[in-house]
């Protein structure tokens, strides 16, 4: 089965051509299923953030070249593709729209089925199909997204359950802001690691776990309010709220392992990039004798092959679908997995 | 005096931990023929070895200032019996029970009993900030809250409802399709023994609007 997959949520266009032999959604595996191409194009950070108009319009003027790329490279003619995938929701309203025309065009001229794909659960089987991953305690950080789940079985339904989260903004949208404010380079999250990399000296700012939840917004306005007020340096304020908002993100992941008690733990999303956060990561796992997976970082941010892995698992699975329009708030729990 | 440091109790081999949480272990103890729990917060390796000291000092520190004031305000809970602040370690009363969250079916009693503990509790002007299933213990004298690891001397109605919210949570993952009730019978009880109650609802309400791609009620 061959799926061309069409990813747009929120900065990045993306599309990929996935093949699989895979016989059953639970069989797919790195041996069956292939990502051949995953091709994208991701609107540049700049000081003032994003702005939800201007990056559908960037996803609509990328998408024919970014189209064109993904299938060249995997060598695919339209006629060979089986189905086109696209991301349902979560996202930005007018992003999740582009790539819906964008795969509901196809699949109505190429007469083949279009399969829709939470967004959540593609960043997680992405990374269950990269790292081997059975049932892992997955921590899925990304822009908008910091949720700790697992599998779990509810009357005879299976699904992500959401056993922790933030409960105000994404760690990747908190590291974005600081970034900003403190005009890194690049002025997002990116620089904002990359300059908390170089160390300093930790002040003390306010360290929010909630049983299993985090929240955010007050260790963002101590922070922003200590420079502001020359309390500290610029270097100490990105290198202590790093380590402030990694430590409550690890420390809510252990409290709910210890409920759990899943075998794998599994790093995922845009943030899984960091390398001072999967050093923590793995550390935590080792005290809780667990396994630690980190997504291989070109399935970490958001990019159409994950869309597709998802794709195939569906379409394995018999899975059918009431409702194909986009949903900026689809959560992770929305949906049964039937594998 | 004691002799026990943070680190023979983790190494010892004699001593196995009679329960190995994410933010402490407890070592079974006994304090002058009663039988006790060593409670000892380990060293994070993950955390920065600043902010760990930090978080583990604040928290043992307040940990057992809380547990006097619950006790005092007669919150079913464990006595401290000693308190080492070199190691932050507590030496707390052991309970015969069962966690909540291992008892199988949590009965309407066992919801009603925790409402009306918390009520007990948030009238002392504590929040648990960890009010969860787990953190109770179902005893022969009702039910008991442990773990005040992560609480907290407030009244602010956001704290308040964070406890709620989390009790709530584990109710609907543990009940076998009758959690309905369950909440309700919970928060009557919460509501006759705590006269801020509407407040705290209202706010529960608010929380859950607040996360992230919630379905909107």
Not at chain 1, 74 to 97: F, N, V
Not at chain 2, 28 to 56: C, I
Request: aromatic residues 8%; contains cysteine; hydrophobic residues 40%.
């Amino acid at each position: 089965m061959r799926i061309l997959a069409i990813e747009s949520t929120a900065h990045t266009i993306g599309v990929s051509v996935v093949s699989s032999s895979a016989r059953s959604a639970k069989a797919v595996s790195l041996r069956n299923t292939e990502v051949l191409s995953n091709e994208r194009a991701k609107y540049p950070s700049t000081d003032r953030g994003y702005i939800p108009r201007q990056l559908a319009d960037h996803h609509a003027k990328k998408y024919a070249g970014v189209l064109e790329a993904a299938l060249r490279k995997s060598k695919t003619a339209p006629e060979e593709l089986d189905c086109i995938a696209y991301t349902q929701g979560p996202g930005i309203g007018h992003c999740l729209r582009v790539g819906f025309v964008a795969a509901n065009s196809l699949s109505k001229t190429l007469e083949v089925p279009l399969v829709p794909v939470n967004h959540a659960i593609a960043h997680v089987e992405v990374g269950n199909w990269a790292c081997g991953t059975k049932d892992p305690l997955v921590i899925y950080v990304s822009g908008g997204n910091t949720q700790i789940a697992a599998k779990t079985e509810v009357r005879e339904k299976r699904k992500y359950a959401v056993l922790g989260e933030t409960l105000d903004i994404g760690i990747g949208n908190f590291l974005d802001v600081l970034g900003r404010e403190f005009k890194c380079a690049p002025p997002d999250a990116v620089g904002l690691l990359e300059e908390a990399a170089k160390g300093g000296n930790l002040f003390d700012l306010p360290y929010t776990v909630k049983g299993v939840d985090l929240a955010f917004a007050g260790l963002l306005t101590a922070v922003t309010r200590a420079v502001g007020g020359k309390k500290t340096s610029r270097r100490d304020a990105c290198f202590s709220s790093v380590q402030n908002a990694f430590a409550m993100l690890v420390e809510a992941s252990e409290r709910v392992l210890c409920h759990t008690r899943n075998g794998e733990l599994l790093l995922v999303g845009g943030v899984a990039q960091s390398k001072t956060l999967q050093e923590m990561y793995s550390l935590m796992a080792r005290e809780q004798g667990a396994k630690s997976f980190v997504v291989p970082a070109q399935y970490a941010g958001d990019q159409a092959g994950m869309i597709g892995i998802t794709a195939v698992k569906q379409v394995l699975a018999g899975m059918e679908y009431g409702n194909y329009e986009p949903n900026q708030d689809l959560r992770i729990d929305a949906q049964e997995i039937p594998w | 005096m004691r002799k026990t440091t943070t680190e023979d109790a983790g190494t010892k081999g004699a001593r196995k931990p009679f329960s190995k949480g994410a933010e402490a272990e407890l070592f079974p103890d006994s304090w002058y023929g009663r039988k006790a729990l060593l409670k000892v917060r380990k060293r994070k390796e993950y955390r920065h070895p600043v902010l760990d000291l930090n978080l583990r000092g604040r928290r043992a520190r307040r940990e057992a200032k809380v547990l006097r004031v619950a006790r005092a305000a007669g919150v079913k809970c464990p006595e401290l019996f000693f308190e080492d602040e070199k190691n932050f370690s507590l030496t707390i009363e052991f309970l015969n029970g069962n966690l909540l969250s291992r008892v199988g079916k949590i009965s309407q009693e066992h919801a009603r009993e925790a409402g009306a503990q918390l009520a007990k509790l948030h009238s002392a002007g504590i929040a648990h900030g960890d009010y969860s299933a787990s953190n109770l213990l179902a005893t022969p004298n009702g039910i008991c809250v442990i773990d005040f690891g992560l609480a907290e001397f407030t009244s602010n109605v956001e704290e308040l409802a964070g406890d709620v919210l989390l009790f709530e949570k584990s109710l609907q993952t543990q009940s076998l399709g009758n959690a309905g009730e369950l909440v309700a019978e919970f928060r009557k009880a919460y509501s006759r023994n705590f006269p801020r109650s509407k407040e705290v609802f209202s706010r529960v309400r608010m929380i859950a609007a607040r996360a992230r791609y919630r379905p909107k009620a």
